[in-house]
């Protein structure tokens, strides 16, 4: 026999869900908005092109961790809402929502309107705050502290229109991934202030140039002879002006046919690898050409480096091995001072001014950005006592320091003695930490084109009317410091401030 219903004797409450209260509510409409938000995420997440880092965080932390939120306040709602009615047997709801009540029903619409608006609100929000998270302000400016030196070289770059993550996160699941980690430990070591300073290179999951330069340059194009012009100024009383023009040979051979001159590197018809016995890669005892059609392969070595290097430390040549400086270089005081004496916003009528301004920038004594101008100020003042000059000082001072702040940053510990720029091999190894008479095969081959003339023809040099003529053929470097010892490379006597 079937039990009897029994019915509620009259006056006993009616029962009810304990999920029906205002806790539970709030806490729906907040699940509901970040599962919304969630959805959309991933919908971008999947259908995007280029991703971003921070989408990451976004999708699968951020609107997860509202989720959690909305869902714990639904079930807290409830169990708030028993335990209750289990203490309180005279008046059991304490939050509940009463729909015969006028009033609770009037909150209720605004409630629904107000949750409505949320919901749509949140997603619009996030779908911002994703595209906000990719663009050039957020990672250099909101990020300011950490990568302000970054975000001030890039804007004078030639690639101060390519957006951050155009190199750093490029498109592609397995480099998204790493980034998206990568972009999470970063946000985090960022809002913990434990970022390292200076921050570290080379980075090592930065994306290979395939993905990332090779979407706009690529390495079949012709790039012929590329000419540069370096304008000096010597460290002398009159701030003596020199000149070189300069034809790169970055390609020699003729278009169509294989990459000759210095993007040979990165033809497709041989593969060169090395191994770096630091970690800035500016040490490079061991390195192996290999004939991709053939599979003949030679190394080279130095002397000194008897060993093997395992198949992980070896690196494949890509164009970041020269290139390391595409978007953000720290140009060297010396460098950046020449570069105001030759636009005339430094004055080279104060007698030594180059060499002044290079040593007012490379004070040991500076070590914040803040206490920079003073101490600039302080140190050009010093040098010139002369009443004649008195006129010219306020201007190069201003000049010096505004030099400074876009060159330098001391708290940061960013400038370009942390940062070396392997393109030439001026100031920093560059080329010759291969290109040497050091690396030799087992046969006793050296590396060709290591002499003056295989990458460089100057076509011009000096000051004035010197400059005056070209040689097709290609000029004798003729070094303003003197004879060249050959036992010496440019970078043991030149280190981007005054040499000694
Ligand atoms: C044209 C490509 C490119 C663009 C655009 C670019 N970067 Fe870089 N970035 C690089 C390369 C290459 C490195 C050096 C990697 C190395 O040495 O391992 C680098 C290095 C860095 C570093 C490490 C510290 C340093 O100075 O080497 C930071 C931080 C950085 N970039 C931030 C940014 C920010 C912020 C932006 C946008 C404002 C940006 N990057 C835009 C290519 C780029
Ligand atoms: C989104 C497209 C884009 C990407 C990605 C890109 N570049 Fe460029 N790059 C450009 C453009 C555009 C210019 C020309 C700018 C100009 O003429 O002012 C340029 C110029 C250059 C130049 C010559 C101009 C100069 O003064 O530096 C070099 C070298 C270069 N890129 C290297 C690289 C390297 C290396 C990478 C990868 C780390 C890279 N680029 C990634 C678009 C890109
Ligand atoms: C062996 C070093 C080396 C490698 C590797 C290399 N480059 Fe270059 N590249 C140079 C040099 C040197 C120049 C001449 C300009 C200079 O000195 O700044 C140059 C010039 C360029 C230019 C400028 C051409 C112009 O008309 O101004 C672009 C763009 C460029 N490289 C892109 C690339 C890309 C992309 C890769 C990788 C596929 C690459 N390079 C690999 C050394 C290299
Ligand atoms: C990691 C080592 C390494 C670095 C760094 C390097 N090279 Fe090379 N380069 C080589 C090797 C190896 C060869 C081939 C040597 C041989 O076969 O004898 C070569 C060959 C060349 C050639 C001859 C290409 C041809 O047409 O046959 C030129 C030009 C050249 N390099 C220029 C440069 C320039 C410019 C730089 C700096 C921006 C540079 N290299 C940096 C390793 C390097
Ligand atoms: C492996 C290739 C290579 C060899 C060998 C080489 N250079 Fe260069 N050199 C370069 C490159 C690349 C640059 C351009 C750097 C840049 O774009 O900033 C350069 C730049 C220069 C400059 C201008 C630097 C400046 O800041 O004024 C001079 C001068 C120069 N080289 C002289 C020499 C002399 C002298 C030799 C022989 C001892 C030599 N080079 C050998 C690749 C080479
Ligand atoms: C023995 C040390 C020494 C070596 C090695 C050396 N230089 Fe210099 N160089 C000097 C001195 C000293 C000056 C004069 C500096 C001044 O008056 O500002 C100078 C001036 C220069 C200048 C003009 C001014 C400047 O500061 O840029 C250039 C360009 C230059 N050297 C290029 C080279 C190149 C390229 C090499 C390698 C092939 C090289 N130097 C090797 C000591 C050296």
């Known amino acids: 026999m079937p039990d009897p219903v029994i019915p509620p004797f009259p006056g006993a409450p009616k029962r009810h869900s304990h999920f029906n209260n205002w806790i539970s509510a709030i806490g729906a409409v907040l699940a509901v908005a970040a599962l919304f938000s969630f959805a959309l995420l991933v919908w971008v997440d999947f259908t995007q092109g280029e991703k971003n880092p921070y989408l990451g965080i976004l999708t699968y932390i951020v609107a997860p961790a509202f989720l959690i939120m909305g869902l714990a306040a639904v079930f807290g709602g409830a169990i708030a809402q028993r335990r209750w009615m289990v203490k309180h047997a005279q008046v059991p709801d304490k939050w509940r929502l009463d729909f015969s009540d006028d009033r609770h029903r009037r909150w209720l619409v605004v409630f629904g309107i107000g949750a409505a608006v949320f919901i749509m609100l949140s997603a619009f929000g996030s779908y911002k705050t994703y595209h906000y998270s990719?663009?050039?302000?957020?990672?250099?400016?909101?990020?300011?502290?950490?990568?302000?030196?970054?975000?001030?070289?890039?804007?004078r770059g030639a690639h101060a229109r390519v957006d951050c993550v155009g190199c750093h996160v490029g498109s592609g699941a397995q480099y998204f991934v790493k980034a998206k980690l990568n972009g999470t430990h970063q946000l985090i070591a960022f809002t913990l202030d434990n970022y390292k300073r200076p921050i570290e290179t080379p980075i090592k999951n930065l994306r290979p140039a395939q993905d990332t330069c090779e979407k706009c340059h690529w390495p079949q194009k012709f790039a012929g002879n590329v000419e540069i012009n370096f304008e000096h100024f010597l460290s002398d009383k009159k701030n003596t002006a020199f000149e070189a023009r300069l034809l790169l040979h970055v390609n020699k051979s003729?278009?169509?046919?294989?990459?000759?001159?210095?993007?040979w590197h990165v033809s497709p018809n041989d593969r060169v690898e090395y191994f770096a016995a630091d970690e800035k890669r500016q040490d490079i005892p061991w390195m192996r050409v290999t004939n991709t059609k053939d599979g003949t392969s030679k190394v080279f070595r130095t002397a000194a480096f008897k060993g093997e290097p395992s198949a992980d430390q070896i690196r494949v040549m890509d164009c970041m091995d020269c290139h390391n400086r595409p978007a953000h270089t720290f140009p060297t005081a010396n460098e950046a001072i020449?570069?105001?004496?030759?636009?005339g916003t430094l004055s080279t009528k104060l007698?030594?001014?180059?060499r002044v301004a290079v040593q007012a920038m490379t004070q040991k004594e500076i070590t914040t950005a803040a206490e920079a101008p003073q101490k600039i100020a302080d140190f050009v003042k010093a040098k010139y006592t002369d009443a004649a000059l008195a006129a010219e000082l306020p201007g190069a001072i201003a000049e010096i320091q505004r030099v400074f702040s876009q060159t330098i940053f001391p708290d940061r510990k960013a400038d370009w003695r942390i940062y070396p720029n392997n393109i030439g091999h001026k100031d920093w190894p560059g080329c010759f930490r291969c290109h040497d008479d050091k690396h030799k095969t087992t046969a006793g081959l050296a590396v060709r084109s290591s002499d003056c003339t295989s990458c460089h023809t100057i076509l011009t040099q000096g000051k004035g009317s010197e400059l005056e003529s070209l040689s097709a053929k290609g000029l004798t470097f003729k070094h303003p410091g003197g004879e060249l010892d050959p036992d010496l490379t440019c970078a043991d006597c030149h280190n981007g401030g005054i040499q000694k």
């Open 134 to 155: 990719e663009s050039v302000q957020f990672c250099g400016q909101v990020c300011h502290a950490a990568m302000n030196p970054e975000f001030v070289t890039y804007q």
């Open 254 to 263: 003729v278009p169509g046919s294989p990459i000759g001159g210095i993007h």
């Open 338 to 343: 020449e570069k105001s004496l030759s636009a």
């Open 351 to 354: 007698a030594n001014i180059k």
